[in-house]
């Protein structure tokens, strides 16, 4: 796996371990797509001029 895809194969893992049964393509489904939305979330922010902490 490419080193960039790390963390989509960590927060895939815990997740399957934290929600017994889950289908393992639909853990990380669901991990991509959190990704997507806090990344585009931040970028948005960022072009708002909004802060993290607002």
Known sequence: MATTE????RYSEQLIH???????????QFVREVY????????AEAEN?????E
């Open 36 to 43: 997507e939305a806090g990344r585009a979330a931040g970028i």
């Open 18 to 28: 934290l929600a017994e049964g889950i289908d393992p393509n639909a853990a990380v």
């Open 6 to 9: 790390r963390w989509l194969a």
């Open 49 to 53: 001029g909004k802060r993290e902490s």
